[in-house]
């Protein structure tokens, strides 16, 4: 049972638009910044967005993030065969006093 | 450019504690930044094992906190995960990282598979 809650998979066709969400609560995304993480079969997570909304230099802009409250949704346009992968989103909780990193369990995204 | 390196045995039987290392190159770990350990078990999600401060200053995930030390060794800059009393459920990938609260994990090793078995 993960902290966060993401759907387990979506699916769309390519070019289309996907949205992936994930909830938490106000110890965790309400009151710290939302990470999003692309991972590719076989291999290890990269970041997609952090600070809620930022890319790090050379993910497109086709991927976008948006915090509201306790939730956060990942944005992808223009879908491509080469999105299909496993999203995780993550981000700091801070109800216990020493605080530990949350993360999703994670969306399977499809391109059908 | 930041690199992470784990590297241990990748079979350790049940009971026993399994050890892994992290090297990390491309940015000293006394300059700052969290570095931290993640693990996958096969099919599964991400769960955040713990992580350190080069000062030493360590948080650990609360549900694995009685058998989880993290360790910096910052002259060589490398930084170490022990896991004791393993069992099958401890089966995983294994991720070292560089994580941030702000900037998220943004540098993430290639992963080793440990394996609990006899």
């Known amino acids: 049972q993960s902290v966060l809650t993401q759907p387990p998979s979506v699916s769309a066709a390519p070019g289309q638009k996907v949205t992936i969400s994930c909830s938490g609560s106000?110890?965790?995304?309400?009151?710290?910044?939302v990470s999003w993480y692309q991972q590719l079969p076989g291999t290890a997570p990269k970041l997609l967005i952090y600070?809620?909304?930022k890319r790090p230099s050379g993910i497109p802009d086709r991927f976008s993030g948006s915090k509201s409250g306790t939730s956060a949704t990942l944005g992808i346009t223009g879908l491509q065969t080469g999105d299909e992968a496993d999203y995780y989103c993550?981000?700091?909780?801070?109800?216990?006093?020493?605080?530990?990193?949350?993360f999703g369990g994670g969306t399977k995204l499809t391109v059908l | 450019q930041v690199q992470l390196q784990e590297s241990g045995p990748g079979l350790v039987k049940p009971s026993e504690t399994l050890s892994l290392t992290c090297a990390v190159s491309?940015?000293?770990?006394?300059?700052?930044?969290?570095w931290g350990w993640i693990r996958q078990p096969p099919g599964k999600g991400l769960e955040w094992i713990g992580s350190?401060?080069?000062?030493?200053?360590?948080y650990y995930n609360p549900s694995l906190k009685s058998r989880v030390t993290i360790s910096v060794d910052t002259s060589k800059n490398q930084f170490s995960l022990k896991l004791s009393s393993v069992t099958a459920a401890d089966t995983a990938v294994y991720y070292c990282?560089?994580?941030?609260?702000?900037?998220?994990?943004?540098?993430w090793g290639q992963g080793t598979l440990v394996t609990v078995s006899s």
């Open positions: 106000s110890s965790n995304i309400g009151n710290n910044y």
């Open positions: 993550g981000t700091w909780d801070s109800s216990l006093s020493a605080g530990s990193w949350v």
């Open positions: 491309g940015y000293s770990i006394s300059s700052g930044y969290y």
């Open positions: 990282a560089r994580e941030d609260a702000t900037y998220g994990v943004r540098y």
């Open positions: 600070e809620n909304n």
């Open positions: 350190i401060y080069h000062s030493g200053s360590t």
